[in-house]
């Protein structure tokens, strides 16, 4: 993979936790209840628009840091790179478009805005089977798919096993923290991302040697 294309693909598992955690820092108290969601939104419309934008670039990242997991993986784990970077990725469209949604949510608790209305069109989205089964598939395929880049990670010894099993440790405590409006986990699972994804993408953004050379020797695997 052309040296460029490598360093971006590292840039952006770096920079997708950290912008994320950049934005559950500056995140006002999340709540679970549509009303209360609004009620904080109306007064901390600054901080919720800097929540809502780091989200959104966040979840961007994810899709050239995904990539990036792709490369490391699939001449010596062909199927498990396919079949996971797939997952993940369709997973990875349905949070960006779940990111987005926190920039109408910022519309909606405008001061202007009719509170009671919008706190009812909020709450009928969110319990909408129409939606919540679509994000549902996505947060699905995402664990599943890191998962599986993870097992390849690990099997090709194109990452050690600790940064590899963090990423959808991070992921799974993210989604349970962004399901709970559960502030501080957001932070932590943000931290652990850094960590593992990071710790990945620094290490291949800095490669000299060829994109697929693994970090350490790897073990031979036809998977």
């Known amino acids: 993979m052309p040296n460029l294309t490598r360093k971006t693909c590292g840039a952006a598992m770096i920079l997708a ?3 994320g955690l950049a934005s559950a820092i500056a995140a006002p108290p999340l709540k679970s209840s549509a009303g209360a969601k609004l009620a904080e939104i109306a007064r901390h419309q600054d901080r919720w ?3 809502a934008l ?3 670039i966040s979840s961007w990242l994810l899709v050239p840091a995904v990539f990036g997991l792709i490369g490391l993986v699939s001449e010596r784990a062909p199927r498990l790179s396919l079949i996971g970077g797939g997952l993940a ?3 990875v469209l349905v949070a960006v478009g779940d990111a987005t949604v926190e ?3 910022w519309q909606m608790g405008a001061a202007d805005a009719d509170r009671t209305q919008m706190a009812a069109l909020a709450d009928r989205y969110q319990n909408a089977a129409g939606s919540s089964l679509l994000f549902a598939i996505g947060g699905l395929a ?3 798919g890191l998962v599986l880049l993870a097992i390849a990670l690990w099997r090709t010894s194109a990452a050690p096993a600790w940064a590899a099993a963090g990423i959808p440790v991070g992921v799974i405590l993210n989604i349970v923290a962004l399901s709970s409006s559960n502030t501080a986990l957001v932070i932590a699972s943000n931290v652990v ?3 593992t994804l990071g710790w990945i993408g620094r290490t291949v953004a800095g490669e000299r040697a060829p994109y697929r050379q693994p970090l350490t020797q ?3 695997t036809t998977t």
């Open 17 to 19: 936790p950290l912008i």
């Open 54 to 56: 780091l989200i959104v």
């Open 89 to 91: 990725l369709l997973g």
């Open 218 to 220: 790897p073990h031979v």
């Open 193 to 195: 991302l850094l960590a």
């Open 103 to 105: 920039l109408m949510y």
């Open 49 to 51: 628009y800097l929540y």
């Open 142 to 144: 995402l664990i599943v």
